[in-house]
């Protein structure tokens, strides 16, 4: 798993590997293979070959402009200091390890890209890169981490011309009932089905609170791959709404005042084959080590918002008592705190013990977000990082004095906070953290002067 490791002159080693793939592929009738990468502003972008040039593409790459590293949501490019305008190229180059065959869009494969420059070295603003160097950085130190992204949806019925609002929501069965889970029993049914047929763990699958609303989770795995299936389960959910005459929103506001959809990404980290958020001398069981880790999370997340909670639609969602962890602070089993400690059930603890960072959404890059995540919890380790007393209950319904902090509430807040952090322009490199902070801008130039629900219509079908 990870990026491509490239010696100088191995493109015929890389060739002969994925010469096998496509005649794997060429057998079940698979004609083409999607390419994908997700951009900085969260949308997935894409290139597909024919199944006959998949060895061509391993060996070389597929072109692509590294114009697209300054998109924004509606398509528009800024510019950065280092990246934007028409100029260059990219390769983009398929990892076979997660070549899969896609249940819900019979006659195509999918496969998660790594990007590099022309002459073969690694692209600065490759997020499925830093992602994997910061897996590297925490391997360094002799830690491990499990990671697995949450994923929420809205689903409604066809086409609603522009867009807009009224719903024509497929089920009025309440938040939680299984009333929906019986409305929608083909299409949950083929959903679990796809995921079978495309060897994926599903843990459970339940609907939320907002109307026609549901959740997927699946298994943990290393924090590259996590990344990879958040795309996955997006791209397979909307394939397989699309043969149930469905369409599927992971938006982070759908109807704004109501609960959106968040991207939830539960962490632990693991040292020699033991899970360190469980059996410790700390607080519910937390190592020092784990204690440090999650307390450099918290440090860090006004910064790690504008990553987790990249377009100024994420601040609608991102509100008090609405469960989507508005506040800078930790709680056990707390699904008002931004970070949540999960422990399972009494006995298995040293399996299940992690920590859940609810204020994210799916506007994020799911690369950035777990490499940004994994820098901030590694500083907070070399600081020897302590958390603060934790939050039980809604902080919003404590006084004042005990209150804690709110986490930024716009956009403008986590992109200044995100310039002046240390931890994540180092973790990044100027390359990626200047460009990442230039599309922030942009975003926010925008939307200036649009209300909720044109934020809300604008952002609606785009992640
Ligand atoms: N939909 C909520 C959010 O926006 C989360 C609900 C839950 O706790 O799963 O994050
Ligand atoms: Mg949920």
């Known amino acids: 798993m990870g990026p491509v490791v490239f010696e100088s002159g191995d493109h015929r080693a890389r060739e002969a590997d994925a010469r096998t793939a496509a005649a794997r592929l060429v057998a079940e009738e698979v004609h083409g293979v999607a390419l994908v990468w997700v951009d900085n502003a969260g949308l997935q972008r894409v290139k597909t070959v024919p199944t006959a040039r998949l060895p061509e593409a391993c060996a070389w790459g597929v072109g692509m402009s590294p114009v697209f590293d300054t998109y924004l949501v509606d398509d528009s490019a800024t510019r950065g200091r280092h990246l934007g305008g028409p100029s260059g190229d990219l390769r983009l180059f398929p990892d076979l390890d997660r070549l899969t065959v896609l249940a819900g869009q019979p006659g195509w494969a999918w496969a998660p890209v790594d990007r590099r420059r022309q002459d073969g070295l690694p692209h600065p603003a490759c997020q499925r890169r830093f992602a994997a160097r910061m897996v590297e950085a925490a391997a360094e130190a002799g830690l491990e981490l499990r990671a697995g992204f949450e994923t929420e949806w809205i689903v409604t019925r066809g086409q609603e011309g522009d867009g807009g609002p009224p719903f024509a929501y497929p089920t009025d069965g309440p938040a939680y009932g299984m009333h929906r889970v019986t409305d929608l029993s083909d299409y949950l049914a083929d959903l679990l089905r796809a995921f079978r047929a495309q060897e994926m763990t599903v843990l459970?699958?339940?609907p939320e609170y907002s109307p026609g609303q549901f959740e997927l989770s699946l298994?943990?795995?290393?924090?590259?791959?996590?990344?990879?299936?958040?795309?996955?389960?997006?791209?397979?959910?909307?394939?397989?709404?699309?043969?149930?005459?469905?369409?599927?929103?992971?938006a982070p506001v759908f109807e704004p005042g109501g609960v959106g959809n968040g991207g939830h990404l539960h962490l632990s980290l693991w040292q020699e084959g033991r899970n360190l958020s469980a059996g410790g001398p700390g607080r519910h069981g937390l190592t020092a080590e784990a204690e440090a880790f999650l307390a450099g999370v918290l440090a860090e997340l006004p910064a790690l918002l504008a990553v987790g909670a990249p377009t100024p639609a994420s601040y609608l969602r991102l509100v008090p008592s609405h469960w989507a962890g508005a506040f800078s602070c930790w709680g056990l089993e707390n699904r008002e705190?931004?970070?949540?400690?999960?422990?399972?059930?009494?006995?298995?603890?040293?399996?299940?013990?992690?920590?859940?960072?609810?204020?994210?959404?799916?506007?994020?890059?799911?690369?950035l977000l777990v490499g940004a995540v994994i820098a901030a919890g590694l500083a907070g380790l070399r600081g020897k990082a302590e958390l603060p007393p934790e939050v039980d209950g809604d902080p919003?319904?404590?006084?004042?004095?005990?209150?804690?902090?709110?986490?930024?509430?716009?956009?403008?807040?986590?992109?200044?906070?995100?310039?002046?952090?240390?931890?994540?322009?180092?973790?990044?490199?100027?390359?990626?953290?200047?460009?990442?902070?230039?599309?922030?801008?942009?975003?926010i130039e925008l939307f200036a002067g649009r209300g909720p629900e044109e934020t809300a219509a604008a952002t609606r079908w785009r992640y």
């Open 219 to 250: 298994a943990p795995e290393d924090p590259v791959g996590a990344a990879d299936t958040a795309v996955l389960v997006r791209d397979t959910v909307r394939a397989v709404s699309a043969r149930h005459g469905l369409r599927a929103s992971f």
């Open 396 to 443: 919003a319904a404590l006084p004042e004095d005990r209150r804690p902090a709110r986490l930024p509430v716009s956009l403008d807040e986590s992109l200044a906070a995100f310039r002046g952090s240390r931890v994540l322009a180092e973790a990044l490199g100027e390359v990626l953290h200047d460009t990442v902070a230039a599309v922030r801008a942009a975003e």
């Open 337 to 367: 705190a931004a970070l949540r400690l999960v422990t399972g059930s009494t006995g298995e603890e040293a399996r299940a013990a992690n920590a859940e960072l609810k204020c994210v959404d799916q506007a994020a890059n799911p690369y």
């Open 204 to 206: 459970q699958l339940h």
